[in-house]
């Protein structure tokens, strides 16, 4: 058993922050030499900040890590493979068109009288550090050439053989891998920590924490929840613990979610029937009416997104079909989407909502801008009075209307890019983590503001891995698992119920 009472790597009070968001807050974590030690948490849980500073990527703001009972600065990545720590990546940052045997060995190619590389023992060394992983490939083919199991294979001969890893992290290392692939890393990972070495496993699929993990760590918005021994948290707990529990506005959220039930119309404003898209979402039906939110619960990589994508036509069904006010929608594309009057606001703000070097005004009319055409320009009147509107509606904290957006706090980001779709009037908004990384206020007005646009008579998709605030906001909750529809409810929903059916047959 790993001596957790003497970790390898230990980082105590880690804290961190970027522009609008406290990425860590205190954060502690610790590893033990023959130790697997999951470390899970929803999206914007702090994980991968708190590996970017045990790598080097990133500097803490606060805290100390030790390395073997040493505290050390951490200065680089490169630095970080020096003392041991390294890193594989779910998309395998090695060098496709090399060889599979210079990937190994690149920088540390045993040479002929110290003038020419001596490739036939870089091939045999390649070859023999493989097959103690249970690989046994040609190593003068181009790493490009093989799976993606094998190149992760390659990667982690590689952090043993170059870093002589003391502790080796995983990021998501079975998210592209078959079971019987799966099942070869865990067998490496389990020879991994009886020949001593530390593995950190950062996953969401919570059936691989129980299969293969010594100890658990959960992170939730930036903060420790707590570490626990496997076995002995079960996995409705472990999903509680992930998803959390805020009781803020709790009767005052469900008195108005149950005033503006009485809106929703009879009729279906869009249904989807067996609509599916192979690798990404099992078929799935759904109906959504006028006037009502549906909220989508589930872990992370449970199908949230991918079904919010087909709906708005950021990808294309190859099942089912897709119908909205009785006409079957055949071009799926976001332009189609917006002229059907279906508005998305992205997961992932930074990288596809915002347009970091426009100002607020000119982000917030972007979406109506692009339904007018380019021909048809709005006003330079006009988009002031617009984007004063949403920024007194939201009220979005902003110097002026043209501060540049990338300037303004994450919680403001979102706000404008919510009003950037309110300011289109679409029929039907869909919200995917809307509430990420903003403060308890702004989630509030947020969450408000949805059942406001319910009264309404919009429709609305809500995403959050927050499980209260989705049954605080939601008319009806879909229950996603494993990329497909698992359950529905409607009505006064039991919390139980709901993580039940996230968490499957297993308790």
């Given amino acids: 058993m790993p001596d957790s009472e003497n970790p390898i790597v230990e980082m105590k009070g880690i804290d961190k922050s970027f522009p ?36 080097g990527a990133d500097r803490a703001d606060k805290g100390i890590i030790s390395l073997d009972g040493h505290v050390v600065s951490i200065r680089s990545p490169l630095h970080a493979q020096e003392q041991g720590i390294s890193t594989v990546y779910q998309e395998v940052n090695l060098c496709p068109n090399l060889t599979v045997a210079e990937n190994l060995l690149i920088g540390r190619q045993p040479s002929r009288l110290g003038i020419s590389i001596d490739w036939k023992k870089l091939n045999t060394r390649a070859r023999e550090y493989l097959k ?9 083919k181009p790493l490009g050439s093989y799976s993606v199991a094998v190149q992760q294979m390659a990667a982690i001969a590689r952090a043993l053989v170059v870093s002589s890893a003391k502790v080796l992290i995983l990021d998501e290392p079975t998210s592209s891998l078959t079971a019987n692939e799966t099942a070869h890393l865990f067998s490496v990972m389990k020879k991994l920590r009886a020949d001593g070495i530390a593995v950190v496993f950062i996953t969401h699929f919570l059936d691989q924490v129980y299969e293969v993990s010594d100890r658990v760590t959960v992170l939730r918005n930036g903060s420790l929840v707590g570490t626990y021994a496997t076995a002995s948290v079960s996995r409705l707990e472990l999903i509680r613990l992930m998803l959390g529990r805020t009781i803020a506005d709790l009767d005052d959220m469900t008195a108005h979610k149950m005033e503006s039930s009485q809106h929703i119309s009879k009729d279906a404003l869009l249904e989807a029937t067996d609509l599916g898209l192979s690798n990404s979402i099992d078929p799935f039906s759904l109906t959504l009416h006028a006037g009502e939110v549906v909220g989508l619960a589930g ?50 703000r930074k990288a596809e909502g915002i347009i970091a070097d426009l100002t607020v005004r000119e982000n917030i009319i972007l979406a109506m801008q692009a339904h007018l055409g380019w021909f048809r320009r709005i006003g330079t009147k006009e988009q002031y009075e617009i984007a004063d509107k949403y920024i007194r509606l939201l009220s979005i904290s902003t110097p002026t209307a043209d501060q540049q957006i990338k300037n303004l706090s994450g919680g403001n980001q979102q706000k404008v890019i919510l009003a950037r779709w309110l300011a289109a009037n679409p029929r039907l908004l869909i919200l995917d983590e809307p509430t990420r990384g903003i403060d308890v206020g702004t989630k509030a007005d947020i969450q408000k503001l949805v059942l406001s646009l319910a009264e309404e008579g919009k429709s609305c998709v809500f995403i959050s891995s927050e499980l209260d605030e989705v049954l605080r906001t939601s008319h009806r909750i879909v229950v996603m698992r494993d990329q497909a529809k698992v359950a529905e409810f409607s009505g006064q929903v039991d919390e139980k119920e709901i993580v039940q059916a996230i968490a499957g047959s297993a308790s």
């Fill in 20 to 55: 609008g968001v406290h990425a860590l807050q205190n954060v502690d974590f610790s590893v033990a030499k023959g130790e697997i030690h999951a470390l899970v948490g929803e999206n914007g849980a702090g994980k991968s900040t708190l590996i970017k500073i045990l790598t």
């Fill in 132 to 140: 103690e992983l249970g690989v046994d490939i040609d190593v003068t």
């Fill in 299 to 348: 872990l992370l990589g449970s199908g949230r997104t991918e079904l919010a994508n087909l709906l708005f036509g950021v990808d294309k069904p190859d099942t089912g079909t897709l119908v909205m006010d009785g006409k079957q929608v055949t071009d799926f594309t976001p332009a189609g989407s917006s002229n059907r009057g279906i508005a998305l606001c992205p997961e992932d």
